[in-house]
């Protein structure tokens, strides 16, 4: 698919949520080109991983196997730790957040307010604490 058009990625999102339909909300998500094959013992997990590779090769569908991880208990999913406990913070994106400057002008905070609000799910009474930097922008 050409890059720049401006319905793209929702183009996208359709084809390969329409590709693996029967498959998601069972074992499966998708996000853009990003999938997740899961389930509860080793045998289930890796008869849906043939399941979803079968899948993309009747589609034609082409895999970067650098970037594949196969049967991880552990691992970064859309930016967040993803384990058998849960969802947590990955700790490099706080280590980088609290590495920065402090925000010199209107397009910084922004920036920072987006890169904070990403993990607003772990920080109780998040718009609370950002407000008074909110209503620097205004």
């Not at 793209?8 to 074992?27: G, K, L, N, R, V």
Request: charged share 25%; hydrophobic share 45%.
């Amino acid at each position: 698919m050409p890059f720049g058009l401006c319905n793209a990625p929702a183009t996208f999102q359709s084809c390969m949520m329409s590709i693996f339909t029967d498959m998601i909300e069972d074992f499966m998500e998708v996000f853009m080109d990003d999938f997740s094959v899961y389930r509860s013992s080793f045998k289930d997990c890796l008869d849906n991983l043939c399941r979803v590779l079968t899948r993309c090769e009747e589609k034609h569908l082409v895999l970067n196997w650098e970037k594949c991880h196969f049967m991880v208990r552990d691992d970064i999913v859309l930016g967040h730790r993803i384990s058998e406990a849960g969802i947590k913070v990955d700790k490099a994106k706080i280590e980088v957040m609290t590495s920065l400057l402090p925000p010199s002008n209107v397009k910084a905070l922004r920036s920072f307010l987006g890169q904070a609000g990403f993990y607003r799910r772990f920080i109780k009474d998040f718009s609370k604490k950002a407000r008074p930097l909110t209503a620097l922008l205004y």
